[in-house]
């Protein structure tokens, strides 16, 4: 879609665009739709690398050395000069060379010196031959295998060459990237502020852990979720806890955060029940993209805005919660936090170990297990699919990800499966 379509513009006529339904709209056209309407942050701040973990760089990072910075032993062994021809089998040991010191001495054709994995290679060598490959007395080393000229030397700047891009803007800071950084020298590194959102369920029936429950209530695990889903991804976070069913206060409390947050994620109250006020106050105050999705579980679903904060309405729904959290959320938040070229994890074609149940008419996110067996990957669903059964996200370590018009998948059957371990 090559012009861009204003938010306020669909809000205010969803007609104007014939493949546009905010009613129905299949998953694909989801998040083709939201990224018309989703930036980074523009926001950076400047943190010590060991504060980096999770973040997301705000700056190109070219290095300012060679890696490494000096040719170096890549094994415990012996340096010396290797002819093209005539290899020699019988040489003098003239010292020992440590990684971290010299001793500065030059190699002669004939002469051999005892190295350390990381030594600097001293003038004169340009092979060594691993300390296994060798016979060793009184001075003298015998080679019982020939190496290669310039075998097992690591040369300078063979990882990382001075002025090279090593890490492009937009990158998600992990282990990795802290060790490369760390080996340039970096001790504080640029990034993207973290993005800041607030949350809240919504509903007369949902009640705090802790407390004792009473008939018709259950407990909010939605908002314990979604916390530490976005904990997990290095949000800031406000908890607004619980806003009863009540229309008032579900527009005050909207209205009081949305000016200090980036997101506002709300579950419940966006179906079609007759206490759901959420659509309502969104259309008083803000706009909206979509109310449903042709997903399962999931269908009550809201993206939107007001003013300038995002908007996403999860269904109240455990289950539903949370796949639409993985789904379609949180690959906004990750480009809201900078990583602009984020890709959800990707799908693997597995066999089923068992008939999938489904009817055509909505793309499906069962949980699966994957599991090995005779040395062959598998899948199965976890049991029963309903989208308020916690237990089988918990169970599950993979999506099995079938498309809207497709029908029960038969024992021994190719589907697509999306490691959870991705997301987390």
């Not at 973990?53 to 700056?59: A, N, T, V, Y």
């Not at 509903?203 to 802790?210: L, Q």
């Not at 805005?305 to 990750?334: C, D, W």
Request: hydrophobic share 40%.
């Amino acid at each position: 879609m090559e012009e861009k379509i204003t938010l306020k513009k669909l809000a205010k006529d969803p007609g104007c665009l014939t493949e546009y339904d905010p009613n129905a709209m299949e998953y694909q056209d989801a998040l083709k739709w939201i990224k018309q309407f989703i930036e980074p942050v523009n926001q950076t701040i400047t943190i010590p690398i060991r504060d980096s973990l999770g973040k997301i760089l705000s700056e190109d990072i070219y290095s300012p050395i060679d890696v490494p910075n000096y040719d170096n032993s890549a094994m415990d062994g012996f340096v010396f000069y290797q002819p093209e021809e005539n290899s020699p089998t019988s040489l003098d040991v003239i010292g020992l060379e440590f990684a971290g010191k010299s001793l500065n001495k030059n190699i002669l054709p004939g002469q051999a010196l005892q190295i350390m994995t990381g030594a600097r290679i001293p003038k004169g060598g340009n092979t060594v031959v691993p300390i296994e490959l060798v016979t060793f007395e009184d001075n003298k080393i015998s080679i019982n295998k020939t190496s290669k000229v310039g075998a097992n030397i690591r040369k300078i700047g063979e990882d990382v060459k001075k002025g090279e891009l090593i890490l492009k803007k937009g990158k998600l800071i992990r282990p990795s990237e802290i060790g490369l950084l760390s080996s340039l020298g970096h001790s504080k590194v640029n990034v993207y502020r973290q993005i800041r959102v607030a949350f809240f369920s919504t509903g007369d029936e949902v009640v705090e852990v802790g407390n004792i429950l009473k008939v018709g209530q259950v407990y909010d695990s939605n908002n314990h979720t979604i916390e530490a889903m976005l904990k997990s991804i290095g949000a800031d976070i406000i908890n607004l806890r619980i806003i009863p069913d009540d229309k008032k206060k579900i527009k005050e409390s909207l209205l009081s955060i949305a000016d200090d947050v980036d997101v506002i994620i709300t579950s419940g109250g966006v179906s079609v029940g007759a206490a759901d006020y959420m659509k309502e106050v969104l259309n008083d105050i803000g706009e909206v993209l979509f109310w449903k999705l042709s997903i399962k579980p999931g269908r009550p679903l809201a993206y939107g805005k007001i003013n300038q904060t995002h908007y996403f309405g999860l269904p109240g729904n455990p289950v539903a919660s949370m796949v639409s959290f993985y789904q379609i959320v949180q690959p906004q938040l990750k480009v809201l936090m900078g990583e602009f070229n984020y890709q959800p994890p990707p799908l693997l074609e597995v066999k089923t170990s068992e008939t999938i149940f489904k009817k055509p008419g909505r793309m499906e996110f069962q949980r699966g297990v994957l599991f090995q067996r005779n040395n062959e990957w598998l899948v199965k669903p976890t049991g029963h699919q309903g989208s308020a059964i916690l237990s089988s996200m918990s169970q599950a370590n993979c999506f099995i990800v079938l498309g809207i018009h497709e029908n029960s998948i038969d024992c021994g059957g190719i589907v697509n499966v999306q490691l959870m371990e991705g997301f987390i």
